[in-house]
């Protein structure tokens, strides 16, 4: 049934072929201090700790905005804005000990102050935070001298130091946090120049950052390309130096043979899930749920559509998460299962569903072979491509939709399933009891079984099929080092890049 899909993607990949062997790239920066990055989306603003759209974190994480803790390429969590802390016996307390010399790039001075005025901020009843459950967790928060925030939680919260590596827990100048989503102020190395909106953003290197002789890259360019092809087209003709998590996986090849550029294939945090809307009927029965997930073949639509970059998952957990379950085999392609179950549901079919689609490349392409699947077993989705703005406000905010396929590369994030509002509408009181006894326990071994217990709950109630980990795959001009090859968190740290 791919083979059709399967032909065009092969035909377009020949194509290409035969432009990466003749082109050679031109020269997107035009001195060594300067960097043009690729971006397949372009966010709807720049305050990281106002909206969920993971490119606000690619170009403002690291970059403008810092905060206590930071994320590294092998998703560790180190000292940032913090350079220690300590934590009492019962975890409930954590005292930090703050950076000095630290300064907003509009001059102001960074103190504990702030600190809990973004905690607070962020926690706030009005606080539209992705991770604002995290924050109102917080029961006080104690400034006492400058250099010193307490943070007292009402419950513990094992994972709070890497979620305040986060984008969302970045530390904002309470004197411009209102104009963040356009003219954001923090205390990085680079300061926003332009936002030529639909097109690009460009930052330029702060020269009152604490360590500027450590930067080396002076302005960078992040220029929105969704379409794959484009993305090709703007490398081979040197308008963009490097492409992180590169949509074109049908050029990929061509590029590893080229030798002006190198290719890194990683791994993210991206689970890629075809969303369902377990409120809609009748998506909220169980069984027609579950048939979706027994219609999927998940090998098949690697094939076809990533060509074969990506790694089945069975629930909302990836292989770089130490909990990791695989449920994969849970649900084996069976498609006469899945027929059975529809009409044990008292389906009649076809069942006519719409299958939105945002922009990214993964989506776009795996679409086409969920749908063909999806029509093995009497279920027609209609596909409806729409942009970033849209997928936000009619998706994610507005809930208008049957099924949707997106990748949630934030990590550690099973707590989205505890909250019925979100947009996959999922309500069980029974994952919400698992999640609060991992979230409450300090004893490693009984998290661990909390954290496997809840990806097994997510798989049994089918609240998404559950498609595949995001390979991360980087192609940049050789000679421009500092990448992650690993992105388990979605940014771009690009006081990290130089060229050689």
């Known amino acids: 049934m791919f083979g059709p899909i399967a032909r065009v993607v092969t035909g377009f990949s020949a194509v290409l072929a035969g432009l990466l062997l003749l ?27 106002a ?16 905060g206590l803790t930071r994320i590294d390429e092998n998703g560790a969590t180190q000292p940032l804005l913090a350079d220690s802390w300590t934590i009492s016996p019962d975890y409930k307390t954590y005292t930090f000990k703050l950076k000095t010399g630290v300064a907003y790039q509009d001059g102001e ?82 300061k926003l120049q332009a936002w030529n909106k639909g097109a690009s953003a460009t930052l330029v290197k702060w020269e009152g950052y604490r360590d500027p002789t450590a930067i080396k890259i002076k302005t960078v360019t992040f ?17 963009v130096d490097a492409f992180p998590r590169f949509g ?11 030798p002006n550029f190198t290719v890194t294939i990683g791994q993210t945090e991206g689970k890629t899930v075809l969303a369902i809307n377990n409120k809609r009927k009748p998506l909220d029965d169980v069984r027609v749920r579950q048939a979706i997930a027994y219609a999927i073949d998940r090998k098949a639509l690697i094939d076809g559509a990533l060509f074969g970059f990506g790694t089945p998952i069975g629930s909302h957990y990836t292989a770089l ?6 449920l994969t085999g849970v649900y084996p392609y069976d498609p006469e299962k ?24 993964y989506a776009r392409q795996s679409g086409e072979v969920v749908a063909a699947e999806l029509a093995q077993i009497g279920i027609d989705a209609t596909i409806e491509n729409v942009e970033w703005a849209q997928w936000l406000d009619g998706v994610f905010k ?103």
């Open 398 to 500: 507005n809930k208008n939709y049957d099924l949707t396929i997106v990748a949630h590369v934030e990590p550690h994030d099973l707590a989205i399933y505890t909250n019925p509002n979100y947009y996959f509408q999922y309500d069980s009181t029974a994952f919400r009891a698992i999640m609060a006894k991992a979230d409450s326990t300090l004893d490693p071994a009984a998290r661990k079984e909390a954290l496997e217990a809840a990806q097994r709950q997510l798989t049994t109630d089918a609240v998404n099929a559950f498609l595949f980990q995001l390979p991360d795959i980087t192609v940049a001009r050789r000679g421009l080092v500092g990448l992650w090859k690993n992105s388990p968190i979605a940014a771009n740290d690009v006081a990290a890049l130089s060229w050689q």
């Open 23 to 49: 082109a050679e790239p031109g020269s997107a920066q035009n001195a060594k201090d300067s960097v043009v990055i690729g971006m397949a989306l372009e966010p709807p603003g720049l305050d990281p700790t």
């Open 248 to 258: 074109s996986y049908a050029s990929v090849a061509q590029f590893q043979a080229n």
């Open 109 to 190: 001075r960074f103190s504990s102050e702030d600190v809990k005025f973004s905690f607070e901020r962020a926690g706030d009843a009005s606080s539209t935070n992705k991770d604002k459950a995290m924050f109102a967790n917080m029961a006080s928060i104690e400034a006492p001298d400058p250099t010193t925030v307490v943070v007292h939680l009402k419950e513990t919260y094992p994972d709070l130091l890497f979620h305040l590596g986060l984008n969302t827990a970045v530390i904002v100048d309470p004197k411009s946090a209102a104009t963040n989503a356009t003219a954001p102020v923090g205390t990085g190395p680079y």
């Open 321 to 326: 998460d130490p909990d990791y379950v695989d």
């Open 338 to 361: 899945a027929k059975a179950l529809l009409k044990e549901a008292g389906v009649a079919t076809p069942l006519h569903l719409t299958l939105k689609l945002p922009p990214p490349a």
């Open 223 to 239: 220029r929105f390309i969704s379409d794959p092809s484009a993305q090709v087209a703007a490398l081979l003709a040197g308008d």
């Open 51 to 66: 909206g969920a759209a993971a490119a606000i974190g690619e170009i403002t994480h690291f970059n403008i905005f810092e």
